[in-house]
């Protein structure tokens, strides 16, 4: 499983972001997806995941903020991150797995894309 992310950027505090991600695998549909984030010095974060049959789970940092969404047709998934703060500022990776979505640790990741936000 090859995965591809992309939308990070420069933002100021408020704005919105839409992350991407395109996974290169057959069985798209049949996968857990996720999102995680590492700022600078601190641990890696999942922030948001969806399941193969679409239940969200959401970081209660990103609750109300941000969401997951996955198109299946497109072996794609997305997160859209409004209102965006200076802690949202880290290194955002898309992640992949077969198993559940509460899954700790995901077998597949993509490399990162950097979101940074400015006061």
């Known amino acids: 499983v090859q995965l591809q992310a992309s939308g990070g950027g420069l933002v100021q505090a408020g704005g919105s972001l839409r992350l991407s991600c395109a996974a290169s695998?057959?069985?798209?549909?049949?996968?857990?997806l996720a999102w995680y984030r590492q700022a600078p010095g601190k641990e890696r974060e999942r922030v948001a995941a969806?399941?193969?049959?679409?239940?969200?789970v959401y970081a209660a940092s990103a609750q109300g903020r941000f969401a997951i969404s996955r198109d299946n047709a497109k072996n794609t998934v997305y997160l859209q991150m409004n209102s965006l703060k200076p802690e949202d500022t880290a290194v955002y990776y898309c992640?992949?797995?077969?198993?559940?979505?509460?899954?700790?640790?995901?077998?597949?990741w993509g490399q990162g894309t950097l979101v940074t936000v400015s006061s």
């Open positions: 992640a992949a797995d077969t198993g559940s979505v509460y899954k700790k640790e995901y077998d597949h």
């Open positions: 969806i399941s193969w049959s679409g239940d969200r």
């Open positions: 695998v057959r069985t798209f549909s049949k996968y857990a």
